[in-house]
């Protein structure tokens, strides 16, 4: 059973940037250069620091892996999809007095794409201390030659960083990703229960497996802050833990961003609505049994599912998953009643 989003189709014109994708590489890039503002705060300025060169996280290219019709543009044609930058430095680069041809080198990997590239700062008395060296996106192996950066004090440096390091905080990770995740995050979990529900009406259940609106908050709260459990113990809650993996080159994730968040969500909401209801983790797939193999008798379907599976599940354990109940909170309300909340 899964219950994803639809997909995001024909967000864009040929031969420009997905646009949900687009918005979520923004708030991926002001964080990964907050990452590399705090470490240089934390290492302290070299003496004869000048200015800052910030680099960029994407390329962008017309996949060369099947995205499904997500790739097509309003109109028809292609959208162009994100390709990974990585750098053997940080991202972004304190230029100093004595810089005179820095070769910063990367790779761009994703989308189908690997490919290689390089250019050079160079530190240039009256050009802008604070270079962003990218227009609105760049295409995949696309570079822009030398990069010059000019002179500024360094209390100035400081505050650059600091204010990259709060606003990547305020404006791309909280009223940024968060927001997104939320309303993601909502959205995922009413279609996991309408799929439960769904389930219970083939069990020839009246009441509806719906969670009450609080329920639906909660999971979500919990996806994006944490559940008691993961806070008391200091762990990353599931949007912490999905934002870090997004953001660590070493995991090549595979997908586009937007699918990446999308999957997450769904897995962590799927679990999180079968832990609501009392459900057991294989509770979908000793339903699936029993429909097929028409087995009503909890005993039999626990050694059926037994011998078919491999996997050891108790009468008792069949009996939760054949009896669903709604949410405590749900009192027969109905999945119309949701329709707001999202």
């Not at 864009?12 to 907050?34: I, M, R, T, Y």
């Not at 997500?70 to 028809?76: D, S, V």
């Not at 490919?115 to 760049?138: H, I, K, M, S």
Request: glycine fraction near 10%.
């Amino acid at each position: 059973m899964t219950a994803m989003l639809k997909e995001e189709l024909f967000l864009g014109v040929d031969g420009q940037p997905h646009q949900g994708n687009f918005k979520v590489c923004e708030h991926l890039e002001n964080l990964w250069w907050a990452q590399s503002a705090q470490r240089i705060l934390d290492e302290g300025l070299p003496a004869d620091a000048v200015g800052l060169l910030f680099l960029p996280m994407w390329d962008w290219a017309t996949p060369l892996i099947n995205v499904g019709r997500k790739g097509r543009a309003t109109g028809g044609g292609k959208l162009l999809f994100p390709v990974r930058r990585d750098y053997e430095s940080e991202s972004i680069i304190v230029v100093t007095s004595a810089m005179t041809a820095l070769s910063v080198s990367h790779t761009a990997s994703g989308m189908g794409y690997f490919v290689t590239g390089e250019q050079t700062v160079t530190y240039a008395p009256g050009a802008n201390p604070e270079v962003f060296p990218r227009p609105d996106y760049l295409q995949v192996g696309e570079t822009l030659g030398a990069l010059r950066v000019g002179r500024e004090p360094e209390d100035k440096i400081v505050s650059k960083l600091n204010t990259i390091i709060q606003t990547a905080n305020t404006e791309h990770l909280w009223l940024g990703l968060y927001s997104l995740i939320g309303r993601m995050g909502k959205k995922i979990v009413v279609r996991n229960q309408e799929a439960f529900n769904f389930e219970a009406n083939a069990l020839g259940k009246q009441s509806a497996m719906v969670l009450d609106p609080i329920d639906v908050d909660r999971i979500v709260d919990e996806m994006i802050y944490g559940s008691s459990k993961e806070i008391e113990k200091g762990k990353l809650s599931a949007s912490q833990r999905l934002i870090k993996c997004l953001l660590d080159p070493s995991k090549g994730i595979g997908v586009d961003p937007k699918k990446y968040i999308a999957d997450s969500l769904q897995r962590e909401s799927f679990r999180a609505v079968q832990r609501a209801l009392g459900d057991p983790v294989q509770g979908t797939q000793i339903r699936t049994f029993a429909r097929e193999e028409g087995l009503s008798d909890y005993e039999q379907i626990a050694e059926g599912f037994t011998k078919s599976t491999g996997k050891l599940v108790t009468g008792d354990l069949v009996q939760k998953a054949m009896e669903l109940s709604p949410s405590v909170h749900a009192n027969g309300c109905a999945i119309e009643a949701l329709g707001d909340t999202i």
